[in-house]
């Protein structure tokens, strides 16, 4: 059984910082593109980072230098640091595993950022 479990979220004022981190069980995570989305009200799923099994990032212009994904392989880990909060960012954010067709979805952790 795939399992994602999200953590570190919570309410910040704006410009303070915050680190997400996923846990992931059933899978060979090594194999996995993992990433963070998050979700706004009223808005769609968004992709904000992802790095692949080599450690290749990739992010949204609108985090760009504010944002940082890292993995950790010995513990089946995918991280998110969160600096210069905005209340724009204020979201659901939902960690990722994609190998393939195979495409897991944690339940997501809750970030609110107060001006």
């Known amino acids: 059984q795939v399992q994602l479990v999200e953590s570190g979220g919570g309410l910040v004022q704006a410009g303070g910082s915050l680190r997400l981190s996923c846990a992931a069980s059933?899978?060979?995570?090594?194999?996995?593109?993992m990433g963070w989305y998050r979700q706004a009200p009223g808005n769609q799923r968004e992709l904000v980072a992802t790095i692949s099994k080599s450690g290749s990032t990739d992010y949204a212009d609108s985090v760009k230098d504010r944002f940082t994904i890292f993995r950790d392989n010995t513990k089946n880990t995918v991280s998110l640091q969160i600096n210069s909060l905005t209340p724009e960012d204020t979201a659901v954010y939902y960690c990722n595993a994609k190998l393939s067709r195979a495409n897991y979805w944690g339940q997501g952790t809750q970030v609110t950022v107060s001006s």
């Open positions: 059933g899978i060979i995570f090594t194999f996995y593109t």
